[in-house]
Every structure is written in C-alpha cells, then in structure tokens.
C-alpha cells in the first residue's frame, strides 16, 4: 500500500505522484505536506500533522489510507479468500518506509548529510505548541535553531556536536515528540490496516540510516524519527508499538554503497545498526525481514547477507523470514560466475548449503 510518490530521486524510475486530486488541494494549502524550516514543501507523501484534520474534502490524512485499504481488500477479496495474497507491506512514510522524508535528493540533500527536521507545516507546529504548553514550557514550540542544514555534518552545528543540545531538557523534549508524532501515525495506520486485512500479515518497512551511528547524536537518525542516540534506545519503542498489532517488520539495508573512506568520514556503521535493530525486533519476537536495496552480485557480499539473515552464533537460532533481493543487472550477463554465485547463495538462504558460508 504505496501512500508516498515512487520513482524519481536518482533512482531513474518514472515518478509516481501523489494522486492528483491530493495535489490540487495542496496547491491552495501546501501545509498539507512535509515542510523543512526554510519553508520547503515536500511532496513525497503527505504531513502526519493532517492525521486527524479532515482537510481532504471533510477526510482527514488518516480516513483516506483505511479507505483506499478497505477498497483494496473489498476489491480483491477472492484473491484474500483463495490464499492468493498472504502478506500486505504498508507504506508509512517517504518510500514506504516509517520515516520523515528528511534527507530529500530533490531539495538538495546528499550523503553522508544529516538532514533537517521536517515538522514546519502549520498542522505540525500546532501539535508542538500542544505538546509544549501540556509539559508547561510553552517556549519550547520551536524547532531547534542551531541544527545547520541538510549537508551540514553533527560536529558543525550547536545540536547535535559532542554535548550538544540534543541532550538538553529542550532537546529530549522536542526530539521525543518529534519520534512520538512518527510512532502515533505508524499506530494509527496500523490499527485500521489490521481493520481493513484481518487475517492477512502486515509488513513495515524499517530503513537503514547509518551514517553518523558512531557519533554521540546520531543526528542523521534524529531527524529522520529515530531517537536513538548512544544513551537512549529509540528502536524499542517502535518495535513495542509493532508487536501490538501483530506486525512483520521488514528492515531495508541500503549499503554498502559507498566506500570505506567515505563510510570513515561519516562515522558510519551499518553492522552496528544492523545488529541493534534486526535483536531489538527478534526480542520482541516480531517476525523480521530484509530488503536488499542496491544489486549485490559478488560472493563477499552475498555472505555478509547470508550472516546477517541467520546469524551462526545466536544461541536462539533466529533467522529472517524472508528477504527481499535487488533487482539483477547487466552485470549477471557480463560475468560467467555470477548466476552460479547467485545460484549458491539462495540454496543457502533455504538451508540446501549448510557449510559453503565457513568457506
């Protein structure tokens, strides 16, 4: 269930709007999207701060996706019945993945850049103004001002530096109702998804953002919705909210697309998140899967996904569920190993191969 744009970016992919009758609201109130704190709109995927404003012709944000669900299952409903459809993935943010569209190519972003909050629609500075007077420091309803820009990096701004304000009283304050506002949609959606597909297994997408994991703030983390810095675990709460509707979750590793020196240069570390999320959702007994992001075709990287997928020192044997591979490329037609290499490496995935990992 697809309720962002698909396509585009660098992706080469033919973009995929928004429905256009969505569009033509938001061109008479731009605040029904993601804004940035220069007042940049982003029309990836609609603002959660209109989960409950009904400014889509009397719906609100979160009455269009049960409809558009409902209709689906409605529509295909002896594909349900017959067994034919099993699983629904549940799009929940920018690429269909539970996130805030904070690192966006088309306005500029590049890696390792931490991004930018995304909480300046007028819908969303009413929620903050909400959630400060309840704390009682009602001049906390402000973003952080020292958070520098989509390519600044942690160490060149006042919030998320080494001792920074991110670990302030206002920013624990803020960066938690930031994370909330990402966990109050995701619960929301889900508790009509579960409406809409009883019986059927819903899978959300969890994505891989790495960059800046060795660093105190992991800023690029913060502003996607993730508040999980080195002294604060923001994972778990995500996953707690998961298990209560039954959830699959499928993590989306992006790497490893960039080299040694650059991951260097951004503190980044995709094993040590890899391993926080994917234990954090195993013990939560959540039924955890992966999706490859980037073509992979070499025995090196097949092992490393093989490892991660069914780890061989996890005394409790978990494995993933399932997972999900890059589409394959020219490179396969050009190499005579590489369909034997690939060849090898699913008869692995499904326990054919039991030693060629050690090898």
Request: one cysteine or more.
């Amino acid at each position: 269930m697809a309720f962002h744009e698909c396509g585009g970016n660098a992706s080469g992919e033919i973009p995929i709007s928004l429905p256009k009758w969505v569009l033509e609201i938001g061109k008479d109130n731009q605040d029904i999207f993601f804004t940035d704190r220069e007042g940049r709109r982003n029309t990836e995927c609609l603002s959660w701060g209109i989960d409950k404003e009904r400014v889509l012709k009397g719906r609100t944000g979160i009455e269009v996706c049960f409809d558009f669900m409902r209709s689906f299952r409605m529509e295909f409903n002896d594909l349900f019945e017959e067994g034919f459809i099993t699983a629904v993935e549940i799009g929940l943010g920018a690429s269909g993945e539970l996130k805030y569209p904070s690192h966006p190519e088309r306005i500029g972003w590049r890696y390792p850049g931490i991004g930018e909050f995304q909480c300046y629609d007028k819908y969303m500075q009413q929620n903050l103004r909400r959630a400060a007077k309840l704390r009682g420091h009602s001049f906390w309803a402000r973003g952080p001002d020292n958070a520098g820009h989509y390519n600044s990096r942690p160490h060149e701004t006042g919030f998320f530096c080494d001792r920074g304000d991110y670990d302030g009283y206002y920013g624990r304050f803020f960066l938690h109702w930031y994370a909330q506002t990402l966990i109050d949609h995701a619960d929301q959606v889900l508790s009509l998804a579960n409406l809409a597909f009883e019986g059927t297994q819903v899978i959300i997408k969890i994505p891989a953002v790495y960059w800046w994991y060795k660093t105190s703030s992991h800023a690029a983390e913060l502003t996607a919705g993730f508040y999980n810095p080195t002294n604060q675990d923001g994972y778990s709460p995500i996953f707690d909210m998961l298990k209560k509707h039954s959830a699959a979750m499928k993590f989306v590793c992006y790497g490893p697309q960039h080299s040694a020196q650059e991951s260097d240069e951004a503190l980044a570390d995709l094993e040590g998140l890899s391993w926080q999320v994917m234990n954090s959702a195993w013990d939560r007994s959540l039924a955890v899967a992966a999706h490859g992001t980037l073509p992979c075709h070499d025995r090196e990287t097949f092992i490393r996904i093989i490892e991660n997928a069914k780890p061989r020192n996890d005394p409790d044997r978990r494995h993933l569920s399932f997972f999900t591979y890059q589409q394959l490329t020219s490179v396969f037609m050009e190499r005579e190993m590489c369909f034997s290499e690939l060849d090898n490496f699913i008869k692995c995935m499904h326990g054919e191969v039991v030693n060629d990992v050690q090898a």
